[in-house]
Nanobody, 123 residues
Framework: VQVVESGGGLVQAGGSLRLSCIVS????????MGWFRQAPEKGREGVAC????????FYTNHVKGRFTISRDNAKNAVYLQMDNLNPEDTGMHYC?????????????????WGQGTQVTISS
């Protein structure tokens, strides 16, 4: 399974970014998909997760109401719309394919990872 992220960048606080992730090498709709963030000198944490069909979504508390995860199974793609960004959102953002969203705050159920896309928010 190959995972490739794009869409990161440098924006001012209050701005928006849309991250994209394309998956190849496997049937896309057998995977739940997650977005994760690793801030400088910190561990990787789950940001959002979406079920195989896209009907269920899950978010870590500090992004609820600001971020929206979605997927397009016809395009083997998953997206993360990030609005009202703040400097605490800065970090490398990773997309991953996994087997369950039930523990997405960690990364134990995700086995296929992209190289990441950097998000930097200036104050």
């Amino acid at each position: 399974v190959q995972v490739v992220e794009s869409g990161g960048g440098l924006v001012q606080a209050g701005g928006s970014l849309r991250l994209s992730c394309i998956v190849s090498g496997s049937a896309f709709n057998i995977h739940v998909m997650g977005w994760f963030r690793q801030a400088p000198e910190k561990g990787r944490e789950g940001v959002a997760c979406i079920s195989r069909s896209g009907t269920s979504t899950f978010y870590t508390n500090h992004v609820k109401g600001r971020f929206t995860i979605s997927r397009d199974n016809a395009k083997n793609a998953v997206y993360l719309q990030m609005d009202n960004l703040n400097p605490e959102d800065t970090g490398m953002h990773y997309c991953a394919a996994g087997s369950s969203c039930s523990r997405f705050s960690g990364d134990k159920d995700f086995g296929a990872w992209g190289q990441g896309t950097q998000v930097t928010i200036s104050s």
